[in-house]
């Protein structure tokens, strides 16, 4: 079941035509928030060995640099995988928190004024935020497609101490090199959620196999039909859910009923199946039957 929700998450297609779908799947909120959990799980993972770039600069009269930058906490707060639009999903994240450490130098220079120091510092981040559009799709196969786009990130509280050093030095470039770390740490964050979605999570569903081997003969064809609707009791995604001859993909000369509404929501997942998966089974195996008769 969680292989089934986590898969059909990304299973969504552009309308390709008018036509009833043989099945239709339907994620609910409860199944949604498995695949977050698993994000998140995800995320924080990678964040806490993100790797963070050395903080240099210069600024009135003094050299300093940041570096050593060492993420020593990270917890992700709430996250969650809402409707956004139609055919998008919105993932939110809340209350991050943020321990950073790390080692700090400078050179002051004024006139014949000299001074160097060096020493540790840390640096707690609160309540940040991610927010990112997870755009759903199709390619030209009927196979699913994702995208992640538009990262926004936000920021709350900075507390930050240094250790060491002249305080009147220190808070002529602290508060700019603190930023900057902020900043490098927001940025390269919004690159690991677009990352898992972006390629993790495409390679998985550009893999799919959207033609079955049914027997030596036929196969079913469960291509993405039409476009998802995305609402707030379901996910909906309609396949196409035929049978066909592997060489000689003729249709049916009769379309899908069309199923009725859903607003169930206590299970995880939903899963339609019309007759007319099993009545195009039928005809296949009945123009088998007349083929050998004759």
Known sequence: MWLLIIFSLFIFSKCLSARNPGIRLQITPRGINIVNTVAAVLVSKNAKTMKITNQAGRDINVEYELKDIKIKKFQLGKSSITRYTANSLKWTA?????????????????????????????????????KIQIQLGTDSSG????????????????????????????????E???????????????????????????????????????????????????????????????????????????????SAASFPSNYDTTKMAYIAISDYLFNTMFIKLTDTTCLCST
Request: hydrophobic share 35%; net charge positive.
């Open 94 to 130: 809340e209350n991050i928190d943020l321990d950073i450490d790390g080692q700090y130098q400078y050179k002051y220079r004024r006139f014949s004024v000299k001074y160097s120091d060096k020493g540790s510092f840390t640096v707690n981040f609160s309540k940040m935020a991610f």
């Open 176 to 254: 700019k090199a603190i930023q900057g770390i902020r900043n490098k740490f927001q940025n390269n964050l919004c690159v690991i959620v677009k990352t898992l979605v972006d390629k993790n999570a495409q390679r998985t569903v550009s893999n799919v196999n959207v033609k079955i081997p049914l027997g030596n003969s036929m196969m079913v064809d469960y291509r993405l039909l039409s476009y998802p609707s995305v609402s707030t009791y379901h996910l909906e995604v309609d396949f196409k859910g035929t049978v066909l001859w592997r060489y000689g993909q003729t249709e049916a000369p009769y």
């Open 143 to 174: 196979r699913p497609a994702v995208r992640a786009s538009q990262c926004v990130h936000a920021y709350g509280p900075i507390k930050y101490v240094f250790h060491g050093g002249k305080d009147w030095i220190l808070k002529l470039f602290a």
